[in-house]
C-alpha cells in the first residue's frame, strides 16, 4: 500500500470525502486531489441560502483549513483540470501540462449548469449559480438591482428567488412544467411551495418557457411562449445540471447522462472508481437508475469508494435524502417520492409543520417534511430497518421514532 499513488479528480464534496475516508481507513500511500477550481474545497448548498443572503461568508463554507490537507498529507492539486485518461499506462494528463501516474482513480467531476439556449441568452445579465464565483457575481449584482427574473422552479431557482424576496427585490419565476419542482416532488408539495412564494411576493409564472431575452439600455426584455414579456434588471437561470462526463467516457468508461458505477461505485475498470453528482446508479429505493444531486449521495458514495479503492465490501444502500431551505420552511425529503400510488399527511399544513408519507403497493417509500425534522429521521431509519405499510405508519403516527426503533 505505501508504493500506492491514489488520485482523486474533482475537489468538491465527494472528492474531499473520498481523501477524509481513505485516510481514516489508514491508506499511507500518496493521495493527490485535483481541482480545476483555485480555491479550498467548499460547499455548495449555501450558495443559494445563506451565503448568497450575505448571512456567513466564505471562510464558514470551506470544508477544511489548509492545514488539514497537510496533517493529512492530501496533496492538493487546485486550479489545474484533468483532461485525459490513459487506462493502459494509468496516467492522467492535466491541463497544466503534467502527468499523474495513479495506481487507483476516483472520479468526483460533479455536474456544471445547464444554460439557457433561447436566442439572446448569452450575455451578462444572465447569471447561473454552481460555483462560489458564481454565488459572489449573483450577490453582488444583487446589491445594484431592483427586479429580478428567475428562470426554473426548481430547488436551485426556488431558493434563489426566497433569497432575492428577503432582500427586498421584485421577483418573477418562469417554470415550463405546470407546477414547481415538478421532477422530484409530489403535486401536493408543489402546490404548498407555490402558496408559499405568492405569499412571500413572488409572481410565478408557471407553464411558461422564455423563448427571447434581448437587453436594451441595461434592461433585460424577456419573452415567453405564451407571448408575454416582461423587463428586469438580471435573470438567474437554474435549470438543471449536467455531469461532467467526459473524461470518463473518452477513456471508455460507461456512461449514460452520468459515469455508471455498481453499488460499490466501480466503473467500468477495477482500478477507477466514482461517486457523486457525476455518477448514476441503480438504486433499490428508486427501482431504477438515477442520477442523484445531493449531498447525502456525494458522501455516502465517496465512502463506498474509498472502501472500493481499498479492496473492502462496503456497498451503497442508504436512503437517499435531501433538503432545501425558502424563507422559514425548511424541507426534508427522505426516499425518491415520484412514484407513489398513496399518501397520508400528518400535521397541518396551515401550521407550517407537517409530512407526506409515500407509499407503493403498501410500503412507505419516503417522506417528504415540512419543519418537522424527527419525523424526517424517523422515516428515513424506518426505511433503513424495515418495510412500513400504510396502517402501521397511521398506527404508531404520535411516536414514529419508538416504531423505527422496534
Ligand atoms: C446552489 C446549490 C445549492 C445546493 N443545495 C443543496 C441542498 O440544499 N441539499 C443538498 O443535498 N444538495 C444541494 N446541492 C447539491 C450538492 O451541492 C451536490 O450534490 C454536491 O456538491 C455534489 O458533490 P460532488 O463532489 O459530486 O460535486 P461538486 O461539489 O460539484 O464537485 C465537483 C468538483 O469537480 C471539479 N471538476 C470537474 N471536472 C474536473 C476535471 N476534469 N478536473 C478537475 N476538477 C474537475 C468541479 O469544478 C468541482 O469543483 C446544491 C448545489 C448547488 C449548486
Given at each position: 500500500?505505501?508504493?500506492d499513488?491514489?488520485?482523486v479528480?474533482?475537489?468538491?464534496?465527494?472528492?474531499?470525502?473520498?481523501?477524509?475516508?481513505?485516510r481514516?481507513?489508514?491508506?499511507?500511500?500518496q493521495?493527490?486531489?485535483?481541482?480545476?477550481?483555485?480555491?479550498?474545497?467548499?460547499?455548495?448548498?449555501p450558495?443559494?441560502?445563506?451565503?448568497?443572503?450575505?448571512?456567513?461568508d466564505?471562510?464558514?463554507l470551506?470544508?477544511?483549513?489548509?492545514?488539514?490537507?497537510?496533517?493529512?498529507?492530501?496533496?492538493?492539486?487546485?486550479?489545474?483540470?484533468?483532461?485525459?485518461?490513459?487506462?493502459?499506462?494509468?496516467?492522467?494528463?492535466?491541463?497544466?501540462?503534467?502527468?499523474?501516474?495513479?495506481?487507483?482513480l476516483?472520479?468526483?467531476t460533479?455536474?456544471r449548469?445547464?444554460?439557457?439556449?433561447c436566442?439572446?441568452a448569452?450575455?451578462?445579465?444572465?447569471h447561473?449559480?454552481?460555483?462560489?464565483?458564481?454565488?459572489?457575481?449573483l450577490?453582488?449584482?444583487?446589491?445594484?438591482?431592483?427586479?429580478?427574473?428567475i428562470?426554473?422552479?426548481?430547488?436551485v431557482g426556488?431558493?434563489?428567488?426566497?433569497?432575492?424576496?428577503?432582500?427586498?427585490?421584485?421577483?418573477?419565476?418562469?417554470?415550463?412544467?405546470?407546477?414547481?419542482?415538478?421532477?422530484?416532488?409530489?403535486?401536493?408539495?408543489s402546490?404548498?411551495?407555490?402558496?408559499?412564494?405568492?405569499?412571500?411576493?413572488?409572481?410565478?409564472?408557471?407553464?411558461?418557457?422564455?423563448d427571447?431575452?434581448?437587453v436594451c439600455?441595461?434592461?433585460?426584455?424577456?419573452?415567453?411562449?405564451?407571448?408575454?414579456?416582461?423587463?428586469?434588471?438580471i435573470?438567474?437561470?437554474?435549470?438543471?445540471a449536467?455531469?461532467?462526463?467526459?473524461i470518463?467516457?473518452?477513456?471508455g468508461?460507461?456512461c449514460?447522462?452520468g459515469?455508471?458505477?455498481?453499488n460499490?461505485?466501480?466503473?467500468?475498470?477495477?482500478d477507477?472508481?466514482?461517486?457523486?453528482?457525476?455518477?448514476v446508479?441503480?438504486?433499490?429505493?428508486a427501482g431504477?437508475?438515477?442520477?442523484?444531486e445531493s449531498?447525502?449521495?456525494?458522501?455516502?458514495q465517496?465512502?463506498?469508494?474509498?472502501?472500493?479503492m481499498?479492496?473492502?465490501?462496503?456497498?451503497?444502500?442508504?436512503?437517499?435524502?435531501?433538503?432545501?431551505?425558502q424563507?422559514?420552511?425548511k424541507?426534508?425529503?427522505a426516499?425518491?417520492?415520484?412514484?407513489?400510488?398513496?399518501?397520508?399527511?400528518?400535521?397541518?399544513?396551515?401550521?407550517?409543520?407537517?409530512?407526506?408519507?409515500?407509499?407503493?403497493?403498501?410500503?412507505?417509500?419516503g417522506?417528504?417534511?415540512?419543519?418537522?425534522?424527527?419525523?424526517?429521521?424517523?422515516v428515513?431509519?424506518?426505511?433503513?430497518?424495515k418495510?412500513?405499510?400504510?396502517?402501521?405508519?397511521?398506527?404508531?403516527?404520535?411516536?414514529?421514532?419508538?416504531?423505527?426503533?422496534?
Amino acid at each position: 500500500m505505501t508504493g500506492d499513488v491514489f488520485v482523486v479528480v474533482g475537489a468538491g464534496q465527494a472528492g474531499i470525502q473520498v481523501c477524509n475516508s481513505l485516510r481514516n481507513s489508514g491508506f499511507s500511500g500518496q493521495l493527490i486531489l485535483v481541482g480545476d477550481e483555485a480555491i479550498l474545497p467548499y460547499q455548495r448548498p449555501p450558495l443559494s441560502k445563506s451565503f448568497l443572503l450575505g448571512d456567513i461568508d466564505e471562510q464558514r463554507l470551506l470544508f477544511r483549513p489548509q492545514s488539514h490537507f497537510e496533517k493529512q498529507s492530501i496533496e492538493l492539486l487546485l486550479g489545474t483540470k484533468v483532461i485525459a485518461i490513459d487506462r493502459s499506462s494509468r496516467t492522467i494528463s492535466l491541463e497544466c501540462g503534467r502527468t499523474l501516474n495513479y495506481t487507483k482513480l476516483a472520479l468526483t467531476t460533479g455536474t456544471r449548469v445547464r444554460l439557457l439556449d433561447c436566442e439572446g441568452a448569452v450575455n451578462t445579465q444572465v447569471h447561473y449559480i454552481r460555483s462560489l464565483n458564481d454565488s459572489i457575481a449573483l450577490r453582488n449584482k444583487l446589491a445594484e438591482v431592483e427586479r429580478v427574473a428567475i428562470i426554473g422552479g426548481g430547488f436551485v431557482g426556488l431558493e434563489v428567488a426566497a433569497v432575492t424576496r428577503k432582500l427586498g427585490k421584485a421577483v418573477t419565476v418562469y417554470e415550463a412544467e405546470d407546477r414547481l419542482m415538478g421532477r422530484v416532488v409530489s403535486s401536493m408539495l408543489s402546490e404548498f411551495y407555490s402558496d408559499l412564494h405568492r405569499e412571500n411576493g413572488v409572481s410565478l409564472c408557471l407553464g411558461e418557457r422564455i423563448d427571447k431575452v434581448e437587453v436594451c439600455d441595461n434592461t433585460v426584455q424577456i419573452y415567453t411562449n405564451k407571448q408575454h414579456s416582461l423587463d428586469c434588471d438580471i435573470i438567474v437561470a437554474g435549470i438543471g445540471a449536467i455531469a461532467n462526463e467526459e473524461i470518463a467516457l473518452e477513456a471508455g468508461l460507461s456512461c449514460d447522462r452520468g459515469i455508471i458505477v455498481d453499488n460499490r461505485c466501480l466503473t467500468t475498470d477495477p482500478d477507477i472508481v466514482a461517486a457523486g453528482d457525476c455518477t448514476v446508479h441503480y438504486n433499490q429505493f428508486a427501482g431504477k437508475t438515477v442520477r442523484l444531486e445531493s449531498v447525502q449521495n456525494a458522501v455516502d458514495q465517496a465512502k463506498v469508494a474509498a472502501s472500493t479503492m481499498l479492496s473492502g465490501d462496503l456497498v451503497y444502500e442508504q436512503v437517499p435524502w435531501f433538503w432545501s431551505d425558502q424563507y422559514d420552511a425548511k424541507l426534508q425529503i427522505a426516499g425518491i417520492n415520484t412514484d407513489y400510488d398513496k399518501y397520508l399527511t400528518a400535521g397541518r399544513v396551515g401550521d407550517n409543520r407537517f409530512s407526506i408519507f409515500y407509499f407503493k403497493d403498501d410500503c412507505l417509500i419516503g417522506a417528504d417534511s415540512i419543519n418537522d425534522p424527527s419525523c424526517h429521521m424517523a422515516v428515513r431509519k424506518i426505511m433503513t430497518t424495515k418495510s412500513a405499510s400504510m396502517t402501521q405508519i397511521q398506527e404508531n403516527l404520535d411516536d414514529l421514532k419508538s416504531f423505527a426503533k422496534q
